[in-house]
């Protein structure tokens, strides 16, 4: 395999930026991103099916897909295993746990979504997918990206946290702080002009100093 060739197999999608296109057959029907217009998606790949971390972190996710829905966000599984390997699997977590999985899986055997957003790590594995989660926007923007490794499962409650935080950001300009929940202060943009700085103290915010201000929404 050449440079060239490792570079576009194993290429990364970048943050705002568009993500990657993809048309693909799931256990709800063929999927493309064009389908989530509109909608926030949680896109997050898993490393095979019938595996004992990756059928916890589905379970969760199903557990909570009605929170999602809340903030208008829908969820979207991936892994390099066959459809009929999915549905078996979705199948069994219903016989064995009791827990439906709403939300469809793609099916990725010839890895060209995996490979399209970086979700294959040759340290890791050269034909399965690690625990990568993209976070897409309505308009199909990519907007956040996290990656955990094989051997350990993600926090559902923290794509929830995630999604909100950005969903206030874009809706009132705003930053937000470490571990920032619905409810709390959110950061006040930095100004931008030594005019900006100087009046900042004076507008009303809870302020430390002129570059450091939060207020409620």
């Given at each position: 395999?050449?440079?060239?060739?490792?570079?576009?197999?194993?290429?990364?999608?970048?943050?705002?930026?568009r993500?990657?296109?993809?048309?693909?057959?799931?256990?709800?029907?063929?999927?493309s991103?064009?389908?989530?217009?509109?909608?926030?998606?949680?896109?997050?790949?898993?490393?095979?099916?019938?595996?004992?971390?990756c059928?916890?972190?589905?379970?969760?996710f199903?557990?909570?897909?009605?929170?999602?829905?809340?903030?208008?966000?829908?969820?979207?599984?991936?892994?390099?295993?066959?459809?009929?390997?999915?549905l078996?699997?979705?199948?069994?977590?219903?016989?064995?746990?009791?827990?439906?999985?709403?939300?469809?899986?793609?099916?990725?055997?010839?890895?060209?979504?995996?490979?399209?957003?970086g979700?294959?790590?040759?340290?890791?594995?050269?034909?399965?997918?690690?625990?990568?989660?993209?976070?897409?926007?309505?308009?199909?923007?990519?907007?956040?990206?996290?990656?955990?490794?094989?051997?350990?499962?993600r926090?559902i409650?923290?794509?929830?946290?995630?999604?909100?935080?950005?969903?206030?950001?874009d809706?009132?300009?705003?930053?937000?702080?470490?571990n920032?929940q619905?409810?709390?202060k959110?950061?006040?943009?930095?100004?931008?002009?030594?005019?900006?700085?100087?009046?900042?103290?004076?507008?009303?915010?809870?302020?430390?100093?002129?570059y450091?201000?939060?207020k409620?929404?």
């Amino acid at each position: 395999m050449t440079e060239s060739t490792q570079t576009t197999e194993f290429a990364m999608p970048r943050l705002n930026e568009r993500a990657p296109e993809f048309n693909a057959p799931t256990t709800h029907g063929v999927k493309s991103l064009k389908d989530y217009e509109g909608q926030w998606l949680v896109l997050f790949s898993h490393p095979a099916d019938f595996t004992p971390v990756c059928t916890t972190e589905f379970m969760a996710f199903a557990r909570r897909a009605d929170d999602f829905k809340a903030i208008n966000t829908e969820l979207l599984g991936l892994s390099i295993d066959s459809h009929y390997s999915h549905l078996a699997w979705v199948r069994n977590i219903k016989e064995k746990f009791d827990v439906d999985i709403p939300f469809p899986i793609i099916a990725d055997l010839d890895m060209k979504v995996a490979k399209s957003y970086g979700m294959i790590h040759p340290g890791a594995a050269d034909t399965s997918a690690v625990r990568a989660t993209f976070i897409i926007d309505p308009k199909g923007v990519l907007r956040a990206m996290v990656y955990y490794p094989m051997s350990n499962g993600r926090s559902i409650d923290e794509f929830i946290r995630l999604v909100t935080a950005l969903q206030t950001s874009d809706e009132h300009g705003v930053a937000t702080p470490e571990n920032w929940q619905p409810g709390d202060k959110v950061i006040v943009p930095p100004p931008a002009t030594a005019e900006a700085a100087e009046a900042r103290m004076n507008e009303g915010h809870e302020c430390v100093d002129w570059y450091f201000c939060k207020k409620s929404l």
